[in-house]
């Protein structure tokens, strides 16, 4: 008789292998096992994975438990900074950020009464996957500009260097990357968002350019497409960057101060005035108001300087669960956290760079070179059509809120007011202070001393105060503006002036408020707050702020595209799916249009609960009401009859 062959191993054995090589702490590896066991049949048979082969599916699923694990169990113990990490277990799974991202949601919905029962119900915020979501997109848009920008302005390949020479292009790469991150996990209060970190990835440029060799730029100063901006002494460096990346000049300055003041922290080195210095990197720059440091990039501190950012850029809070070293050699966060071995030379940021963080020293002695880039001079590449990315998106929308929203004057205008005092009563007063009420709810600019953790920002610290106040300046010049083309509109279209049924209807401003908090984030993109957030700060449900958006959309003819879309697919996503969930306004508006379903809908408990007064939001975020003004009424008699916004608000 044959001899038949082996059972594969189960899922048990091939879960325990992979806890023995990823050496996994005894303890969690048994509740892992546990947690595994108990939700197999769900993990293993779920329709969801669809085409994924079983072996995908059982990585995914194992890298899943494990995580779960690790966080849940390990959260709030002394060896909280030891803890098996995010990055460890996708790498040991050979997983994708992405992958895991995407499937973690489906498996967190089907195992929820298990997490609940072993780990409480706030189990979900523990995890904090959305937000390493965030980061992981933010992080990956940061570094594929950053990668993107270094190429354009650098060399990438060893050409001119000098016989015998110590360094080469990608230390430099490295070593702007690892400043970044030292800042970042020193002040993380000034990277929330995707537009700080660009600001800060163009002060790193700034800093490479003036101390790196101009050997390795790829364009000479005279006649150069890169800096085209010129004063009577030079390039001037930092008008023209902004230029090419759409930033702030003013912002960027800022954040070069943030960064020398962290230079001679880091390395106690002193700065000195460009001016002061004799170099051949700043020929023919105009060097007024720049920094240099002597011995920030010389060949006999380099490799101590290299080693202390390696240490300074680690990090011990949340965003430790990622390796953030590797977003050089990883930037669109497709490629295997595990797959090493995979050929490089066709990335912008290559293979190298890995190996100049894993060991420096080694690095430093090989004299490490890379491919040249495709669009370098030097191998007679032409001019790229710009594309729209994450990044160029992020920093053009936030031009028009610096060039076009940011100048426009904090307080109604004339016009405005005219409406506003138009009205049965005076409204003035009740709009500017429920949109102070209504944006600190969103953008909290006073530390709160019990705070609750479920609206707004969390402003645990005074430093993140600047931020927040930015936020809620720009918002609320947006929702003035807004507010004024409605009411031109509705003027023109009632032929009248008292807008009373419109202009004292709460629920009406709370969205026009919510839908410019929402822009502004969104230009943003911030990790620390994301949609639905604004609803859960102002009262408001799904269904009432789709009721807005094609209004807000239609009366603002300066909003960028790249914001029209972001609402037109949040109005899409609110219309199918959110403003049908339990507790929406929908169902109120149901019962009034259609009687009949009135007592159907109560049945299943299905209505929205009253929208909180403005001093019930003033008392959940816990400042105090002395620092406004009296609130205004708290609810208007419900708007009818408008033509102009086509849904009643109730």
């Known amino acids: 008789m044959e001899r038949q062959p082996p059972p594969p191993p189960a899922v048990e054995t091939h879960f325990a292998d992979l806890c023995k090589e990823l050496e996994v702490d005894e303890g969690v590896a048994s509740e892992a096992a546990a947690l595994l066991e108990e939700g197999k049949g769900v993990f293993l048979t779920s329709p969801s994975f669809g085409s994924k082969s079983p072996e995908d599916v059982e990585r995914l699923c194992f890298a899943f438990v494990l995580y779960c694990v690790a966080k849940l169990k390990g959260k709030g113990m002394k060896q909280e900074s030891s803890r098996f990490r995010l990055w460890k277990i996708l790498e040991g799974c050979k997983l994708k950020y992405n992958d895991f991202f995407k499937e973690s949601q489906q498996l967190l919905s089907k195992i929820d009464h298990v997490l609940r029962g072993r780990y409480g119900t706030d ?41 015998g020479s110590t360094k080469s292009n990608p230390e430099y790469f490295c070593f702007g990357w690892l400043i970044f991150l030292a800042l970042r996990s020193k002040s993380p209060e000034l990277f929330k968002d995707l537009v700080s970190c660009i600001h800060g990835l163009v002060a790193i440029l700034a800093i490479l350019l003036i101390h790196v060799p101009a050997k390795f730029r790829s364009f000479t100063i005279e006649g150069s497409s890169h800096l085209i901006k010129q004063t009577v002494r030079g390039v001037d460096l930092l008008a023209s ?34 001016s002061e210095c004799k170099t051949e990197t700043l020929d023919k720059i105009d060097t007024d108001g720049l920094i240099y440091f002597r011995d920030l990039l010389d060949k006999e501190c380099f490799h101590s300087n290299f080693e202390k950012l390696e240490k300074l850029s680690s990090t011990t809070s949340w965003e430790g669960e990622l390796d953030l070293k590797r977003f050089l050699i990883n930037n669109d966060n497709i490629i295997s956290a595990g797959n090493s071995s995979r050929d490089f030379t066709n990335l912008s940021c290559p293979k190298r760079v890995f190996e100049t963080l894993a060991s420096p020293t080694k690095t430093i002695k090989n004299m490490l070179t890379v491919p040249s880039s495709p669009s370098s001079p030097a191998n007679g590449g032409s001019v790229k059509v710009v594309q729209m990315t994450p990044v160029t998106s992020a920093m053009t929308t936030a031009k028009w809120l610096r060039e076009v929203i940011s100048l426009l004057p904090e307080k109604p205008s004339s016009k405005l007011e005219k409406f506003l005092s138009s009205c049965d009563t005076d409204l003035t007063s009740d709009v500017t202070k429920r949109v102070s009420i209504i944006l600190e709810a969103i953008f909290p600019t006073k530390p709160s001393g019990h705070w609750s953790g479920s609206m707004g920002l969390n402003c645990t610290n005074a430093f993140d105060i600047p931020w927040a106040q930015a936020r809620k300046m720009e918002a609320s010049k947006l929702y003035y503006r ?71 959309v239609r009366h603002e003819e300066s909003l960028p595209r790249e914001l029209k879309r972001h609402l037109n697919s949040l109005e899409e996503q609110l219309l199918e799916s959110m403003a049908w969930e339990k507790g929406s306004s929908l169902y109120n508006s149901l019962v009034v249009a259609r009687p009949s379903l009135a007592s159907e809908i109560n049945r299943l408990g299905l209505l929205a609960e009253s929208m909180p007064s403005l001093d019930d939001i003033v008392a959940r975020q816990n400042f105090h009401a002395e620092d406004l003004p009296a609130t205004p009424s708290k609810k208007r008699a419900a708007y009818s009859g408008t033509l102009l916004l086509g849904l009643d608000f109730i």
């Not at 912002?251 to 001679?264: N, T, Y």
């Not at 003027?491 to 401003?509: G, I």
């Open 123 to 163: 189990w979900e915020d523990q995890l904090e996957l959305k937000q390493l979501q965030s980061l992981v997109n933010l992080l990956a848009d940061a570094s594929r500009f950053y990668c993107k920008a270094f190429n354009e302005l650098f060399l990438s390949a060893s050409t001119g260097q000098e016989p």
């Open 241 to 274: 960057l902004c230029h090419n990346y759409h930033t702030s000049e003013d912002r960027l300055r800022e954040m070069m101060g943030k960064f020398h003041k962290a230079i001679e922290e880091f390395f106690s080195m002193k700065a000195v005035r460009a």
């Open 482 to 552: 807004v507010l004024e083309a409605i009411c031109r509109a509705e003027s023109l279209n009632t032929n009248v002036n008292n807008l009373t049924p419109l202009l004292s209807n709460e629920r009406f401003h709370r969205c026009l408020i919510a839908c410019s908090a929402e822009l502004v984030l969104a230009t943003h993109k911030t990790v620390i707050m994301m949609f639905p957030a604004v609803l859960e700060s102002t009262g408001l449900t799904a269904f009432d702020l789709s009721k807005i958006i094609e209004n807000f």
